[in-house]
């Protein structure tokens, strides 16, 4: 499955160069994948009180390039679930045509406690398993 979100870079979210702060690059593919589980329907805040969390447990990313200040970005994601509890993430943000960053990212279906548990139903039945 595939997903666009837009990002725009304010002053705040810049160095002294005016340049992305790379941290905030985590920020912004979390807000995209907050957003995907939004237009899936999940309520992330209605399983939390049924005990229902996602971690994220692996983040691998590469810094191919630099935002700055003003700049309109896209976060592109493509995911899928793989196994029983993890849901993975691959992550793009791009200005324009140009990647500038790009991460893979896990996360697992826990209890508040930190138990492993199954995807939640409603997001096992749209998302595609990983073809191996």
Known sequence: MSHSFPVRIFYEDTDMAGIVYYANYLKYIERARSDIAEQLGLDQKGMREEDIVFVITRVEAD???????GDRLEVRTTHHAKGAVRWMFDQEVLRGDEVIFRAKVTAVCMTTAGKPIRLPAKLRSVLPPQAD
């Open 63 to 69: 810094y191919l390039g630099s935002g700055r200040f």
